[in-house]
């Protein structure tokens, strides 16, 4: 993700998790969502920004995702994932994009998808 990309997606944070907040269940919405506390269930957004004080327990699927917190659970993202260095995720990553900071500690497999210019479909 650019960092032009990666500032669009803060800037555009509608909802905000803060770090006290404790959530048992899966959160959807079509907007952009930072956690910076803890969730127990899965997240369906268009963008996902993980805080670094954060600890998520589920899966997490966007259009894009920014991790710096802890993840147990697998991420897809249709365009990117940036999973930076204070990151810790345990689980499987697909995304178009992916983008992993030296120091950040990942245990899974990775998948990346292609999506192809003419019919919009993605390939794996």
């Not at 650019?2 to 907007?31: F, M, P, R, Y």
């Not at 956690?35 to 998520?56: L, S």
């Amino acid at each position: 993700m650019s960092k032009k990309q990666s500032k669009n997606l803060l800037e555009s944070v509608e909802t905000l998790i803060g770090e006290n907040a404790v959530i048992e269940g899966s959160i959807t919405t079509d907007k952009v969502i930072r956690i910076d506390g803890k969730i127990t269930g899965n997240i369906n957004a268009y963008g996902v920004i993980v805080g670094q004080k954060a600890e998520i327990t589920g899966d997490i699927e966007a259009k894009n995702i920014i991790i710096s917190g802890l993840i147990k659970g697998n991420i897809n993202a249709s365009e990117t994932i940036e999973v930076l260095s204070q990151a810790n995720i345990v689980g499987d990553i697909k995304a178009n994009i992916l983008s992993i900071a030296q120091g950040a500690c990942f245990y899974g497999k990775s998948e990346m998808t292609v999506k192809e210019n003419n019919s919009g479909e993605e390939k794996e």
